[in-house]
């Protein structure tokens, strides 16, 4: 069964910065891409960010520049480190791999 467990989200001022962590069991990690969502109040589901097993890295265009998704293999962690926070950037953040996701973690921006 995989399994994702995400932490690092939290209340953050217009302009700050948080570490989002996810880590896997479940899997063989290093095999898989990995992806952050996300889902802000009233809202759907919206894809931010992947890695691929080699790396690879895409972003949506809303967080280009400011937002950094990597992995560390040997861990089983994926990270999120978002920078540069607008209150747009408030959601719940969900680490996924397929259709697994896990139970998310909350980034409020506001001042």
């Known amino acids: 069964e995989v399994k994702l467990v995400e932490s690092g989200g939290g209340y953050v001022q217009p302009g700050g910065s948080l570490r989002l962590s996810c880590t896997a069991s479940g899997l063989s990690f290093f095999m898989e891409q990995m992806k952050w969502v996300r889902q802000a109040p009233g809202k759907g589901l919206e894809w931010v960010a992947s890695?691929?097993?080699?790396?690879?890295?895409s972003y949506t265009d809303s967080v280009k520049g400011r937002f950094t998704i990597s992995r560390d293999n040997p861990n089983k962690t994926v990270y999120l480190d978002l920078t540069s926070l607008q209150n747009e950037d408030t959601a719940m953040y969900y680490c996924a791999q397929g259709p697994t996701r896990g139970q998310g973690t909350q980034v409020t921006v506001s001042s």
């Open positions: 890695i691929e097993y080699d790396g690879r890295t």
